[in-house]
T-cell receptor, first 116, second 112 residues
Framework: AQKVTQAQTEISVVEKEDVTLDCVYE???????LFWYKQPPSGELVFLIR??????QNEISGRYSWNFQKSTSSFNFTITASQVVDSAVYFC?????????????FGSGTRLSIRP | ETGVTQSPTHLIKTRGQQVTLRCSSQ?????VSWYQQALGQGPQFIFQ???????GRGNFPPRFSGLQFPNYSSELNVNALELDDSALYLC???????????FGPGTRLTVT
């Protein structure tokens, strides 16, 4: 069965610090997608990234970077020089390729608080 | 380009009642997925509609049902509401069955 684990329930850092959110997933499939979503207090899930299981190249987008390691089934997310606006709940997710639908399996989320 | 919209924003219902939640998909998107997010948890997949047909379902009882209309908007219906149905209900649209999903702001349902 597919499963996503985000062991860090809450993280609090001071502004401008770097912070890494951990994500570990379980799947027996060789083809899948991994995602990160941001959920600010407004509730709307904001798409951040989708990664194909065959592409292990790390990605950087501004202050955000993602480290995908298939060997350890991890897909970690790092925010560099954090800002107060980064405060939100972040979800790691995994697509279920056995579903006829684009079913996404979410982790339980990490609540990130950035203190000024 | 109009994003995904949902109505109502908030809703309070009594146990045993029925509720209908609505979702308008993003322009050009023909697929709508519904998720339930209980407080402090990640979203759970309810079902997906593709071209007006249910196209996959999560582990939810039959009292959770849906519709998709020719304009690709969608409804989520929940019958015989239970206290545990209290949650944020999220709708997501995509341009295909496996493409990136774009989420709406959600409807917060409280069952008393």
């Amino acid at each position: 069965a597919q499963k996503v684990t985000q062991a860090q329930t809450e993280i609090s850092v001071v502004e401008k610090e770097d912070v890494t959110l951990d994500c570990v997933y379980e799947t027996r499939d060789t083809t899948y997608y991994l995602f990160w979503y941001k959920q600010p207090p407004s509730g709307e899930l904001v798409f951040l990234i989708r990664r194909n299981s065959f592409d292990e190249q790390n990605e950087i987008s501004g202050r955000y970077s993602w480290n995908f390691q298939k060997s350890t089934s991890s897909f970690n997310f790092t925010i560099t020089a954090s800002q107060v606006v980064d405060s939100a709940v972040y979800f790691c997710a995994l697509s279920d390729p056995h579903s006829s639908a684009s079913k996404i399996i979410f982790g339980s989320g990490t609540r990130l608080s950035i203190r000024p | 380009e109009t994003g995904v919209t949902q109505s109502p924003t908030h809703l309070i219902k009594t146990r045993g009642q029925q509720v209908t939640l609505r979702c308008s998909s993003q322009s050009g998107h023909n697929t709508v997925s519904w998720y339930q997010q209980a407080l402090g948890q990640g979203p759970q997949f309810i079902f997906q509609y593709y071209r007006e047909e249910e196209n996959g379902r999560g582990n939810f009882p039959p009292r959770f049902s849906g519709l998709q209309f020719p304009n690709y908007s969608s409804e989520l219906n929940v019958n015989a509401l239970e206290l545990d149905d209290s949650a944020l209900y999220l709708c997501a649209s995509s341009s295909g069955q496996s493409d990136e999903q774009y989420f709406g702001p959600g409807t917060r349902l409280t069952v008393t």
